[in-house]
């Protein structure tokens, strides 16, 4: 099984940008689709953005949609999510996952904190 760590959360402004990444150990990184969760405070974890391994292709949220841009880069076998325009109700802790039934192959997560 791949295992995922994220980085780059920190405590940011409102308005303020912030790179996360994930890097992948395995070898079947280039071949699996990737998503992007979180969870906030209370809350359930939540879908943000996804991309694909065959045709790179991205889906977004609707929450963040327009804000935030997922990419991968397969040679460096990383994930990322580049997130602008941040708001207080994206704090969370942001995970990188497969498509597992509940996201369970997930990382142990990074905390972003907007305020």
């Known amino acids: 099984d791949v295992q995922l760590v994220e980085s780059g959360g920190g405590l940011v402004q409102p308005g303020g940008s912030l790179r996360l990444s994930c890097v992948a150990s395995?070898?079947?990184?280039?071949?699996?689709?990737l998503n992007w969760i979180r969870q906030a405070p209370g809350k359930t974890l939540e879908w943000i953005s996804r991309i694909k391994s065959d045709d790179g292709s991205t889906f977004y949220a609707r929450s963040v949609r327009g804000r935030f841009t997922i990419s991968r880069d397969n040679a460096k076998n990383t994930l990322y999510l580049q997130m602008n325009s941040l708001r207080d109700e994206d704090t969370a802790v942001y995970y990188c996952?497969?498509?597992?039934?509940?996201?369970?192959?997930r990382g142990p997560g990074t905390q972003v904190t907007v305020s």
């Open positions: 996952a497969t498509d597992s039934a509940g996201y369970k192959t």
């Open positions: 395995g070898s079947t990184f280039s071949t699996i689709d």
